[in-house]
């Protein structure tokens, strides 16, 4: 290896790793990325997944396919568990070999967020949130699994629990989510159960802020609320959950 040439390691292959690893195509420069999955996500589809309107090869590609052409850059899958900022060093975990030490003259570390239970990380159990390809395959699992044991349920009345979907969080994800079920029950469901009708769904949307994309414009949210009521959503603002 020219050692004149700088070592670049970039460790996470989502948005911001790629945009930095394409940033670097004419540079000259040793660049490792490193991510512990093989495949970048589009996150912002994972409530499709999630909603089975998409599968999860959809929203994954190999980061090994995607800079296939580029030529100075080297792509391991590991995951980094810690830096030694002095040494210039971070260090990996692969298959069959732990602290792996890659040394670095620069270093990008682009390894995402998680979510927040905004003080509530009791409520993970019951609910995942939707990060990753798991969570959306589990959320997925979690809805159809509602409408299964729904239909192989005798007594009725057992019915609208096992049909009542609740989603903590008027935000993006949230929003999404919920329009997402309301067209999966009219749609996709709509003539394949004989016990139950899977329009009588009831799909709850809870926010403790007084509307729905907080974040947005207020015209926004209003058009968001009125087209989510409009597909049968119940939208419930100004309340915190609590347990
Ligand atoms: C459900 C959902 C919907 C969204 N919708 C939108 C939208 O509509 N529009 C929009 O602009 N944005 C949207 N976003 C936000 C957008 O997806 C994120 O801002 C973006 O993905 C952040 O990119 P990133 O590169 O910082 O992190 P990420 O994309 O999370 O990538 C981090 C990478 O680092 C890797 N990594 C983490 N830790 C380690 C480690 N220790 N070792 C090795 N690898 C590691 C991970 O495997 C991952 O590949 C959405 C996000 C979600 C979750």
Redesign the pocket.
Known sequence: MDESIPRIVI???????LAAAKAFRHTPAHITL????NH??F??L??QVATSVLTPGHIASPIRGILRNQKNITVIL????GVDKDRRCVF?NSADREEVPLPYDYLIL????RHSYFGHDEFEKFAPG??GLADAVAVRNKILQGFEQAEAEEDPSRHRDLLTFVLVGAG??GVELAGEIALMVRTTLRSDFRRIDPTSARIVLVDMGDRVLGTFSEEISEAAEKRLSKLGVEVRLGQGVEQ
């Open positions: 460790v996470g292959g989502g948005f911001g790793g490193i991510d512990r999955t970048h996500l996150q912002p994972l409530y590991a995951e980094v568990t990996a682009a390894t995402g967020v939707l990060k993006p994800t």
